[in-house]
């Protein structure tokens, strides 16, 4: 098959391994399934009429914006996409609504402890004091994102680990408490998946997970403390940026 016919242009400024990627990422785009796989360098190579370095690049180039993956003695598959991760002040529930998705969970434990002395730290409490502790395996249209592990202290929530776990835990401490959170501090780090949570989230116990861990405030009281390990192969960090405002300079 020639160039053109393959849809790669010799005459063409732009390289032809972006031209393939381009082309690849059509081919993806129009129909190939997560998981499928793509055709291997070869054969690419010769239907395409290029050398197999120029095509390890194209797919290198696809394998690095998460659109494929290599299997090792598999081959080249098609990426699970990732949905972006955006700092807002908003439950796991709200951010799948928003995305058109349906959000579940199901309860791994809910239960009165004690604040360690490390955690009476990120809960600005006394050591000791008694705290509502809730971790959830989190789904998105049944697929498992992410688990979180959230602590509240108990004199601000009395009664919660009475009532049960919320299906929304922002939306009943509106309702039930009067709690609006209304701003908060978040750290995120990569990391190797915990032991306990590689089989609950489907990755492997080196999978890498995006760790979470975020302070949330109603005003000036602080209300949560919680960490959250999501998949590394689903997820990616999107932030919004914004070129800094010139400066204002008055003439004397």
């Known amino acids: 098959m020639s160039d053109e016919a393959a849809g790669i242009d010799p005459t063409s400024s732009v390289p032809k391994h972006l031209q393939l990627k381009d082309l690849l990422g059509r081919m993806i785009a129009d129909g190939l399934e997560p998981g499928s796989p ?3 360098e070869r054969d690419l190579a010769e239907q395409h009429g290029l050398s197999r370095m120029t095509v390890r690049q194209a797919i290198n180039a696809l394998v690095a914006d998460g659109r494929l993956e290599r299997r090792l003695g598999r081959g080249t598959y098609v990426a699970q996409p990732k ?3 955006q700092i807002r002040l908003v439950g796991f529930t709200e951010d799948m609504r928003r995305r058109g998705m349906t959000a579940s969970s199901r309860t791994l434990s809910f239960e009165r402890i004690h604040a360690s002395s490390a955690l009476a730290g990120h809960l600005e409490v006394e050591s000791g004091e008694p705290v509502v502790r809730l971790v959830r395996l989190r789904y998105a249209d049944g697929i498992p994102m992410a688990i979180e592990r959230t602590h509240l202290p108990e004199r601000i929530v009395p009664g919660l680990v ?5 299906e929304s835990l922002y ?5 039930e408490y009067g709690i609006v959170l209304t701003w908060g501090e978040q750290s995120i780090e990569a990391a190797t998946t915990a032991a ?3 089989p609950l989230l489907g990755i492997r116990s080196d999978g890498v997970v995006l760790v979470m861990a975020r302070r949330s405030f109603a005003e000036d009281v602080q209300v949560e403390y919680a960490t959250s390990a999501y998949r590394g192969d689903r997820y990616q960090l999107w932030v919004p940026l914004a070129q800094a405002a010139r400066p204002i300079v008055r003439n004397p």
């Open 196 to 198: 306990e949570d590689a």
């Open 83 to 85: 949905m972006d991760v």
């Open 38 to 40: 793509i055709p291997s």
């Open 171 to 175: 939306r009943y401490l509106a309702q």
């Open 162 to 166: 009475e009532a049960g776990a919320p």
